[in-house]
């Protein structure tokens, strides 16, 4: 035990005698959570939505009013005169504007005949978002321009009463679970793949061999080095990534504890994995070009971004044995939702069994000898 | 193999000499290479025993072996009476390593990086604090306690080094290229260090090098590797004698004539000449005061004029490239467009 201690204590001294490189494993995930917690979370503001009138009727004066409506307040858009629908297309094509609104003749009196109104909405749907924002606005405001002024005495129509669970989770909030993850994943990534890598590449391995240490204390010393140094990252992360998203859950005791038994147990699994991708590696440009690829692997299939049931089946198989999918639901779960120990207790036993499993596998592998 | 040499160089064989390293036919292969080839030699309780060799040789490749690194693929070797194979944790224990690269953490002190290297071996607490005093104070570098490694020069980390190797007190020392990339005072002050370190512990040594003034100094006896062979062993003097001619003539005449090497060769004690350039020759003799007396007289005699003329003593150089030959070893790999010419006496 001492002599693990020894390889544990080597590692620590050298974690806080680097800061550089302790600040810079907790910026990335830190400037992740704020640059895409605030370019993925917000909504559309001031698009430009042309307008050819070819109808001039009450009704289409009543559409145009609802648009300055609209620019006036919730600013989704503002409207641009057209003459020309040709015009309008085209500008539209080369991103002059992002939409056009066509209301068409005789608009106002199949509106008042009853005789299937229509309006042409043109978009760019290269950009997905910015088009399905405006569909969704314009979808609303045609609802409410067609909902009776005085509601019938019978409902004709079947009305969905949605009750949220939670309040609003704006996508700072969304991201923290990834972002506590992905704080872990690379001090791993950093402290236990690519420094473990570069000692065996200096020689420091070839110190410790020729000592009495034995492989079991070699192995889990280094990997219990590995695991603190992302406990501490993970610590740091969730309570400095809470209060920039303003979750208060890191103020309660109960909560505390299942965060940081999620955060043990994750640096447990990320570590684990880690040591058995490297066990056999010499080069020390293997890990930094592994890195890349297992961010895309790992990151985006657990569900932290996109919804796992939105994935191809393929996709859906990664992320079943993938830990960020463990760990990103488990932080959803006390972060977002305060579900308690139930809520995360799959995660907790898939995240421990995943990293024992790992370095039980990884211990015969590695080398007692150069 | 030269056979005069390794058998002049063998230790002698009594009860009062223990022996600390043995080497019976080890051998490395991986896969059809073969690094290590029957090597055998054996190494005397409190001796300071050097690896000389080409880069390629195997002198690694044997330390590597000696201190459990790796495996041997055939052969046995036993440090401190333990077999490598059967007991490494008993080896282990009782040896120091240095090896070739810096590797002591550059971001811990040098006290934190002998205590971690003391705790690797379980040095007890108390003893782990006396033995950290004694080596700091044995390699000079009490005052740099808690200086950070990286803040060293590279004499002084690769003293630390030294210092890391002995915090257990081991009874065997084995060093890889201790002196390589230091300055001549830095390594000076390395020898003089491991010289005492010999004398107050009385350890015994085993160091590779490719620094033959370095070998020639320190060392008890040498072995000479090379292609994975031990090609000569014995003392710096058994090696130099084992070389042809004791001393080094050269000689540079005014007048170049054809007859000079023919007669330069007819002279007492003279074992080979090797002419180098126009009037220049380099004579391997026996005596080289006989053969410069011989030669002033003949050249008095002919009416010669002698521009210059220098007798040297064979040297380990000389002896290492008898031995090895002067091809560099990248040579074996890509063919030279040229050729060194061999020294006189060399071994083709």
């Given at each position: 035990m001492n002599r693990m201690s020894a390889i544990i204590e080597r590692e620590m001294r050298k974690f806080f005698r680097s800061p550089t490189l302790m600040v810079m494993s907790l910026m990335m995930p830190l400037l992740q959570l704020v640059i895409m917690g605030n370019a993925f979370g917000g909504k559309i503001v001031g698009a430009r939505v042309a307008v050819i009138d070819y109808d001039h009727g009450p009704e289409a004066v009543r559409l145009r009013e609802s648009f300055e409506a609209v620019a006036a307040n919730i600013k989704t858009f503002k409207t641009i005169e057209y003459k020309d629908e040709l015009q309008a297309r085209e500008d539209v094509r080369t991103g002059r504007i992002d939409a056009a609104v066509v209301i068409p003749a005789q608009y106002s009196r199949r509106v008042y005949s009853q005789d299937k109104p229509q309006l042409g909405l043109v978009v760019d749907n290269s950009d997905q978002f910015m088009s399905g924002s405006l569909e969704a606005e314009m979808q609303a405001l045609v609802t409410a321009l067609t909902t009776p002024a005085i509601q019938p005495r019978l409902a004709n129509s079947i009305a969905l009463e949605i009750v949220e669970l939670y309040p609003y989770v704006n996508y700072m909030k969304f991201l923290l679970p990834l972002t506590v993850s992905l704080a872990m994943y690379i001090s791993v990534m950093i402290g236990g793949g690519m420094l473990y890598i570069d000692d065996k590449a200096r020689g420091v391995h070839e110190g410790y061999l020729v000592t009495p240490i034995t492989k079991f204390e070699l192995v889990f010393g280094m990997n219990i080095a590995g695991?603190?140094?992302?406990?501490?990252?993970?610590?740091?992360?969730?309570?400095?990534?809470?209060?920039?998203?303003?979750?208060?859950?890191?103020?309660?005791?109960?909560?505390?504890?299942?965060?940081?038994?999620?955060?043990?147990?994750?640096?447990?699994?990320?570590?684990?994995?880690?040591?058995?991708?490297?066990?056999?590696?010499?080069?020390?440009?293997?890990?930094?070009?592994?890195?890349?690829?297992?961010?895309?692997?790992?990151?985006?299939?657990?569900?932290?971004?996109?919804?796992?049931?939105?994935?191809?089946?393929?996709?859906?198989?990664?992320?079943?044995?993938?830990?960020?999918?463990?760990?990103?639901?488990?932080?959803?779960?006390?972060?977002?939702?305060?579900?308690?120990?139930?809520?995360?207790?799959?995660?907790?036993?898939?995240?421990?069994?995943?990293?024992?499993?790992?370095?039980?596998?990884?211990?015969?592998?590695?080398?007692?000898?150069? | 193999m030269n056979a005069a040499a390794i058998n002049g160089g063998a230790p002698e064989k009594t009860d009062a000499i223990k022996t600390a390293i043995e080497v019976e036919h080890a051998v490395k292969r991986y896969g059809s290479f073969e690094a290590?080839?029957?090597?055998?030699?054996?190494?005397?309780?409190?001796?300071?025993?050097?690896?000389?060799?080409?880069?390629?040789?195997?002198?690694?490749?044997?330390?590597?072996?000696?201190?459990?690194?790796?495996?041997?693929?055939?052969?046995?070797?036993?440090?401190?009476?333990?077999?490598?194979?059967?007991?490494?944790?008993?080896?282990?224990?009782?040896?120091?390593?240095?090896?070739?690269?810096?590797?002591?953490?550059?971001?811990?002190?040098?006290?934190?990086?002998?205590?971690?290297?003391?705790?690797?071996?379980?040095?007890?607490?108390?003893?782990?604090?006396?033995?950290?005093?004694?080596?700091?104070?044995?390699?000079?570098?009490?005052?740099?306690?808690?200086?950070?490694?990286?803040?060293?020069?590279?004499?002084?980390?690769?003293?630390?080094?030294?210092?890391?190797?002995?915090?257990?007190?081991?009874?065997?020392?084995?060093?890889?290229?201790?002196?390589?990339?230091?300055?001549?005072?830095?390594?000076?002050?390395?020898?003089?260090?491991?010289?005492?370190?010999?004398?107050?512990?009385?350890?015994?040594?085993?160091?590779?090098?490719?620094?033959?003034?370095?070998?020639?100094?320190?060392?008890?006896?040498?072995?000479?590797?090379?292609?994975?062979?031990?090609?000569?062993?014995?003392t710096p003097i058994e090696l130099k004698h084992s070389v042809p001619g004791a001393n080094v003539v050269e000689v540079h005449f005014d007048r170049e004539t054809n007859e000079w090497q023919h007669r330069l060769e007819k002279l007492e004690g003279v074992t080979s000449v090797q002419a180098e350039s126009a009037g220049f020759y380099r004579v391997l003799t026996s005596s080289g005061s006989k053969t410069t007396m011989q030669l002033v007289e003949l050249a008095a005699s002919l009416g010669e004029t002698l521009t210059s003329l220098s007798v040297q003593n064979t040297t380990l150089d000389d002896v290492f490239v008898h031995y090895t030959g002067r091809q560099l070893r990248d040579e074996q790999v890509k063919p030279a467009a040229f050729t060194m010419p061999p020294r006189p006496g060399a071994q083709p």
């Open positions: 695991s603190m140094k992302a406990v501490l990252a993970g610590i740091c992360i969730t309570v400095i990534g809470s209060l920039m998203a303003g979750l208060g859950v890191i103020f309660h005791p109960v909560a505390l504890i299942e965060l940081l038994c999620l955060i043990v147990a994750a640096s447990i699994a990320f570590n684990g994995m880690m040591f058995l991708m490297m066990v056999r590696v010499d080069d020390p440009l293997v890990p930094r070009a592994m890195f890349g690829v297992l961010n895309t692997l790992l990151l985006y299939p657990s569900g932290g971004m996109y919804p796992i049931a939105a994935f191809p089946r393929w996709l859906q198989a990664i992320s079943v044995i993938d830990p960020f999918t463990y760990c990103v639901h488990g932080f959803k779960a006390v972060l977002l939702k305060d579900g308690g120990i139930v809520a995360i207790q799959y995660d907790l036993l898939f995240l421990f069994a995943f990293g024992i499993g790992t370095l039980l596998i990884a211990t015969p592998l590695f080398k007692r000898t150069l | 290590v080839k029957d090597v055998s030699f054996s190494v005397a309780d409190g001796e300071i025993f050097g690896l000389l060799g080409p880069n390629g040789a195997g002198k690694s490749t044997l330390i590597r072996m000696m201190t459990t690194l790796i495996p041997l693929t055939g052969g046995r070797a036993f440090v401190a009476g333990h077999d490598v194979a059967k007991e490494p944790d008993a080896v282990r224990r009782v040896i120091g390593v240095i090896p070739q690269a810096l590797t002591s953490d550059p971001d811990l002190t040098v006290e934190e990086n002998l205590s971690i290297y003391a705790k690797l071996y379980s040095v007890p607490k108390a003893e782990r604090i006396k033995n950290i005093a004694e080596v700091l104070e044995a390699v000079d570098l009490t005052k740099w306690r808690g200086a950070q490694t990286k803040t060293l020069s590279g004499g002084m980390r690769r003293r630390l080094e030294i210092a890391r190797g002995l915090v257990h007190n081991p009874q065997i020392f084995f060093l890889d290229e201790p002196t390589t990339g230091l300055d001549p005072v830095s390594r000076i002050a390395v020898w003089e260090m491991l010289d005492n370190l010999r004398k107050t512990r009385n350890l015994t040594m085993l160091l590779t090098t490719h620094y033959m003034e370095e070998a020639d100094k320190l060392c008890d006896r040498i072995a000479i590797v090379d292609h994975g062979t031990l090609v000569a062993l014995g």
